[in-house]
Nanobody
Framework: QAQLVESGGGMVQAGGSLRLSCTAS????????MYWFRQAPGKLREFVAS???????YYADSVKGRFTISRDNAKSTVYLQMNSLQSEDTGVYYC?????????WGQGTRVTVSS
């Protein structure tokens, strides 16, 4: 059974950094496109970043230059390094995997940025 487990969330002051991790099991990680999404209080879930199985990365405009997504296929883990955090980055961050139309989501990890 597929499972994605996020970790690394917490509370940080504006300008600080956090690194999120998402470890997958039960999927062919190396062939899966991996994503980070987030959901702020009262808002819809939104795309943050993705790392494809082919090695390409994509970012939402709001995080370009501040966040970096990376993946370690040997560890079945995708990371999100978040620098220069702002209060607008507060929310629950979710990991997602997609392969051949099948999608799995993690349970999320909460990030709170205090100003």
């Amino acid at each position: 059974q597929a499972q994605l487990v996020e970790s690394g969330g917490g509370m940080v002051q504006a300008g600080g950094s956090l690194r999120l991790s998402c470890t997958a099991s039960g999927i062919i990680f190396g062939l899966s496109d991996m994503y980070w999404f987030r959901q702020a209080p009262g808002k819809l879930r939104e795309f943050v970043a993705s790392a494809t199985s082919g090695g390409s990365t994509y970012y939402a405009d709001s995080v370009k230059g501040r966040f970096t997504i990376s993946r370690d296929n040997a560890k079945s883990t995708v990371y999100l390094q978040m620098n220069s955090l702002q209060s607008e980055d507060t929310g629950v961050y979710y990991c997602r995997s997609t392969r051949t139309g099948t999608t799995y989501w993690g349970q999320g990890t909460r990030v709170t940025v205090s100003s």
